[in-house]
């Protein structure tokens, strides 16, 4: 059945994206770092002038950077429904002989009904993941500009 293999090829695109995902979070979190250790070097302000407030508002673009990484680290494992032999929550939380007898008596169809949903889940788990990192680049971006202006201030 050209589905099934059509399925796979979905699965196994959806679990590299959440790995690419989670690699880049991984990206901008060592970037992240770097900027903290260039704050630890960066002159200290004498009181509330341009560079304190430079050096605030980096510190938070980082501070949010930094969670809004680790929430895209963060493992995720919902269920992706009653019963479904191919989701690792579902397949986990059964026991043995109840999951072996599920999958050995389920028809192609309802196989293919249960890596449908897999697979949804799966690729709601990348899109999450990806608006996060969205989020994370565009602080830690920030953070990066409102350091080099405080360096040059």
Known sequence: MWQTEMLRHTHEYCQNQITLADAKAAGILAWDAALVALMSVAPRPEGLDLLYVLLLLAAGSLVISVVFCASTLWPRMPSAGT????SFVDAACSSAASYSESVLGSTQEEFCDNLCKHIHLLGSIA????ERIRVAVALSTTASGLLILSLLA
């Open 83 to 86: 019963a479904n032999t191919v």
């Open 127 to 130: 899109r999450e993941k990806f």
